[in-house]
């Protein structure tokens, strides 16, 4: 197997280190995201119903416009 010269070493392990920073930082904020739905739980709130209300708000208007009409649809053609 050949061997990487130093300057390209050292970008790998610069992109590695950068990565493996980003994961950390990813898992606290996971971390403190579940611990806002508890709290928010713990005040009565209903989790499930947040994260669809979060969920809702990340969408674009044509895209929950397209949602709520196949949701009709769907509903419809089921009986629901």
Known sequence: MESMDTSAAEQLRSYIERIERL??????????I????SEAKSMGYDPAIIRKVVSLRRK?????EEEEQLL????????A
């Open 23 to 32: 994961e950390e930082e990813k898992a606290n904020i996971a971390s403190d």
């Open 34 to 37: 579940k611990d806002v739905y």
């Open 60 to 64: 674009e208007p044509h895209e929950l």
């Open 72 to 79: 009709t649809l769907y509903r419809m053609a089921v009986g």
